[in-house]
């Protein structure tokens, strides 16, 4: 498995923008599929991206689409979440997570997850 720490997390106003990175440990991370969950308070882990082992293949929550970009450099061991226009709605703890085979939107099919990290957007 392979061990994941996010950052790039802090306070923005909103329209603002944020980079999040998710480095990993690990010699086959570039074989996992890595997507982006957030968790509001009082809420569920909501899928917000995803990207395929190789990059190609991008997935989006359509509240996000044209908005976030999920992009990965495997030679590097990370991938990235640029969030762009972000409103006050995007607060939320943001987790990413591996899979061995494909993006899925469920986060029931992950079992390798970073501990978080807190994104807050001021109005």
């Known amino acids: 498995q392979v061990q994941l720490v996010e950052s790039g997390g802090g306070l923005v106003h909103a329209g603002g923008s944020l980079r999040l990175s998710c480095a990993a440990s690990?010699?086959?991370?570039?074989?996992?599929?890595i997507a982006w969950f957030r968790q509001a308070p009082r809420k569920g882990r909501e899928f917000v991206a995803g990207?395929?082992?190789?990059?190609?293949?991008?997935y989006y929550a359509d509240s996000v689409k044209g908005r976030f970009t999920i992009s990965r450099d495997n030679a590097k061991n990370t991938v990235y979440l640029q969030m762009n226009s972000l409103k006050p709605e995007d607060t939320a703890v943001y987790y990413c997570?591996?899979?061995?085979?494909?993006?899925?939107?469920?986060?029931?099919?992950?079992?390798?997850w970073g501990q978080g990290t807190q994104v807050t957007v001021s109005s």
């Open positions: 690990g010699r086959t991370f570039s074989s996992y599929a």
């Open positions: 990207t395929t082992w190789s990059g190609s293949n991008t």
């Open positions: 997570a591996a899979n061995e085979i494909t993006v899925y939107r469920d986060s029931n099919e992950y079992r390798c």
